[in-house]
Nanobody, 124 residues
């Protein structure tokens, strides 16, 4: 189990930029994917960016070209640089660590590790 702590949330005007960080309590190098998710009020949690240990990063179409996710295995952190922010980006942003390797078996009910979240508010 990995403990994850996000930081960097806050309030920013539309069009502005903000960076988030997530510090892990253990070595993240062997973890298959490290990711950022967000949940807006009244909505389901959604994927923002997922970084595989292979170096592949996938972005949600809603943020592609505006957000940049990075993974630093040396210091066990991941970050999310957000630019051209829009009011619809307002949400609580969560860090995620998921060790499940595609094609491998995991028990039913397996839950990856999540941080406590950090709130990002974009004002219009």
């Amino acid at each position: 189990q990995v403990q994850l702590v996000e930081s960097g949330g806050g309030t920013v005007q539309s069009g502005g930029s903000l960076s988030l960080s997530c510090a892990a309590s253990a070595d993240i190098a062997p973890i298959w994917s490290m990711g950022w998710y967000r949940q807006a009020p009244g909505k389901q949690r959604e994927m923002v960016a997922i970084m595989e240990k292979t170096g592949v990063t996938n972005y949600s179409p809603a943020v592609k070209g505006r957000f940049t996710a990075s993974r630093n295995n040396a210091d066990n952190t991941i970050s999310l640089k957000m630019s051209s922010l829009r009011p619809e980006d307002t949400a609580t942003y969560y860090c995620n660590a998921d060790p499940r390797v595609p094609g491998s078996w995991y028990p039913d009910g397996f839950v990856p590790d999540w941080g406590q979240g950090t709130l990002v508010t974009v004002s219009s």
